[in-house]
């Protein structure tokens, strides 16, 4: 079992920056991916970004070029840069679990952190 906690959201302006944190407890072994989704006001929970353990990232097209995932050994990032509006909702950090010797995954989520940006 997996067990994430996130941090660092809050209310900031446009243009603003913030550094989202997820912190990961539990047995991470069979983990094969990691990333940042978040969900606006009625809206679908959309990818933001992913990193595998390698280090291989991906993002969402509204987000390139202004933010940035990594991992620094059990604890996950998102800098966001460059903040608008349309960045507003509630950030949910993701692993991705799958050992091979299982016929199953699994997904652990963070409880979400509320990001707002005014304008």
């Known amino acids: 079992q997996v067990q994430l906690v996130e941090s660092g959201g809050g209310l900031v302006q446009t243009g603003a920056s913030l550094k989202l944190s997820c912190a990961a407890s539990?047995?991470?072994?069979?983990?094969?991916?990691m990333g940042w989704y978040r969900q606006g006001p009625g809206k679908e929970r959309d990818l933001v970004a992913t990193?595998?353990?390698?280090?291989t990232t991906n993002y969402a097209d509204s987000v390139k070029g202004r933010f940035t995932i990594s991992r620094e050994k059990r604890t996950l990032y998102l800098q966001m840069d460059s903040l608008n509006p349309e960045d507003t909702a509630v950030y949910y950090c993701?692993?991705?679990?799958?050992?091979?010797?299982?016929?199953?995954?699994?997904?652990?989520w963070g409880q979400g952190t509320q990001v707002t940006v005014s304008s």
């Open positions: 993701n692993f991705h679990e799958k050992c091979y010797y299982e016929s199953h995954s699994d997904d652990y």
């Open positions: 990193i595998t353990p390698g280090g």
């Open positions: 539990g047995d991470t072994t069979c983990i094969t991916a």
